[in-house]
């Protein structure tokens, strides 16, 4: 059984830094990105990377300031994100998948979500 599991996330003061953690069981996979959705909102492309690990892609409203990186031998990705700001606040979404996609219905399996809030 796929499973996705999400942790890191929290309250932060606008400038802070927080890093989110998502280890995949069950299988590998060729990508893994995270997606997030704040209230109101539809669910919106994070960042992507691939397994090789010399593939990334980011959203423009994010890069520069978040860093996605993976553990092939733990079958985890990190979302290394600082500098939040207010409008980063969200629930984040792991996603896995073999497309290199900003769309997420590209992705096959997600995690529950984990929460972000930051303070401004």
């Known amino acids: 059984q796929v499973q996705l599991v999400e942790s890191g996330g929290g309250l932060v003061q606008a400038g802070g830094s927080l890093r989110l953690s998502c280890a995949a069981s069950?299988?590998?996979?060729?990508?893994m990105g995270w997606f997030r959705q704040a209230p109101g909102k539809e669910r919106e492309f994070v960042a992507w990377?691939?397994?090789?690990?010399?593939?990334?892609y980011y959203a423009d409203s994010v890069k520069g300031r978040f860093t996605i990186s993976r553990d092939n031998a733990k079958n985890t990705v990190a979302l290394q994100m600082n500098s939040l700001k207010p409008e980063d606040a969200a629930v984040y979404y792991c996603?896995?998948?073999?497309?290199?996609?900003?769309?997420?219905?590209?992705?096959?399996?997600w995690g529950q979500g984990t929460q972000v809030t930051v303070s401004s």
């Open positions: 069950g299988r590998t996979f060729s990508v």
């Open positions: 996603a896995a998948g073999v497309r290199l996609t900003i769309q997420a219905e590209g992705y096959d399996y």
């Open positions: 990377m691939h397994r090789r690990g010399d593939m990334t």
